[in-house]
């Protein structure tokens, strides 16, 4: 990160939650105070709880990178099984056996879902998303092998900095529910 004398990285802690769902619902497209109208920023387009969080850090990870007390932002990663009653999700691993990764299909790899990552507005620019990376890819070291996300097609500021910033690249598209989603993958 830029800022590396104030900021730092880490697994998210009990204290982190509060903030982690403070920080999704400015980024919610559709809710009150969210970035409704304004994808060009970013946005999320799904809510989740405290206690979602929580079962996703106990499942792979949640990190966070933090300004002393300040949340700067946020990345998660289940397995797939985690999501197993997430119809999008399934949507996306449904097609992994089509999707060609490295020479072989995704299906093939130990892959985990990346996402949600949210970067606060006065932080974005500052290294925070491939630092919220890294240590994503720390926390995981020798669990996973691939790294796996879906970006709307609304989103072209997301996709951006995955491919930019994370290393991501784009490895197929699927449909769900009238909206277009490009699949991306990085090995961890």
């Known amino acids: 990160m830029d800022d590396r ?5 880490r697994r998210a802690a009990d204290g982190d939650y509060e ?3 403070a920080l999704q ?11 409704a109208g304004v994808p060009a920023d970013g946005f999320l387009s799904a809510r989740f709880t405290i206690a979602q ?3 996703m850090n106990e499942d792979l990870a949640v990190v966070v990178a933090s300004d002393g007390e300040a949340l700067a932002g946020y990345l998660c990663a289940q397995s797939p099984a985690f999501n197993r009653d997430v119809p999008i999700v399934q949507t996306m691993v449904a097609g992994f056996d089509a999707i060609d990764f490295g020479g072989r299909p995704l299906s093939r790899w130990s892959t985990c879902i990346c996402g949600p990552v949210v970067v606060a507005g006065e932080y974005r620019g500052r290294g925070v998303f ?9 926390q995981l070291a020798g669990l996973q092998k691939v790294g ?4 709307s097609r609304e989103n072209p500021r997301s996709l951006k900095a995955h ?7 784009v490895v197929s598209t699927f449909e769900f529910q009238g909206g277009r ?6 090995n961890l």
Not at 5 to 9: I, P, R
Not at 130 to 137: G, I, T, V
């Open 5 to 9: 004398s104030t900021l730092t990285c």
């Open 163 to 169: 491919v930019d910033k994370a290393g991501m690249q």
């Open 25 to 35: 619902d400015a980024n919610l497209r559709g809710l009150p105070g969210g970035s």
């Open 148 to 151: 796996v996300c879906f970006i």
């Open 130 to 138: 491939p630092a919220l990376y890294a240590e994503l890819k720390q």
């Open 19 to 21: 903030q982690i769902v």
């Open 53 to 55: 969080y929580r079962a």
């Open 181 to 186: 989603y490009d699949i991306l993958a990085v």
